[in-house]
């Protein structure tokens, strides 16, 4: 069994930042890849940004050179650092992480970002 949960998310004006956390427990290493996705209304969930053993990261087109992911010194918690935010990127944006053949998902935390 495995929980994920998100923390940072908020309101920000357009150009501000944000921190995401995810703190995952139970069935997992440092091994498995873990990520983030997001879903805007009317839309389908999108990747933002994955991380996998030995810190190789990877990044959809449209966070490139805003957002950084990244795994912190605590076990098992990943980081999205946002920067430059638009009000394009206002979606829930859940953590994931992949073990064996499922996908574990959290509940989604709210990100908006007002113009």
């Known amino acids: 069994q495995v929980q994920l949960v998100e923390s940072g998310g908020g309101l920000v004006q357009a150009g501000g930042s944000l921190r995401l956390t995810c703190a995952a427990s139970?069935?997992?290493?440092?091994?498995?890849?873990m990520g983030w996705f997001r879903q805007a209304p009317g839309k389908q969930r999108e990747l933002v940004a994955t991380i996998v053993s030995g810190g190789i990261t990877n990044y959809a087109d449209y966070v490139k050179g805003r957002f950084t992911i990244s795994r912190g010194n605590v076990k098992n918690t990943v980081y999205l650092q946002m920067n430059s935010l638009k009000p394009e990127d206002t979606a829930v944006y859940y953590c994931?992480?992949?073990?064996?053949?499922?996908?574990?998902w959290g509940q989604g935390i709210q990100v908006t970002v007002s113009s």
């Open positions: 994931y992480a992949a073990i064996g053949t499922r996908n574990w």
């Open positions: 139970g069935t997992i290493s440092s091994l498995n890849p």
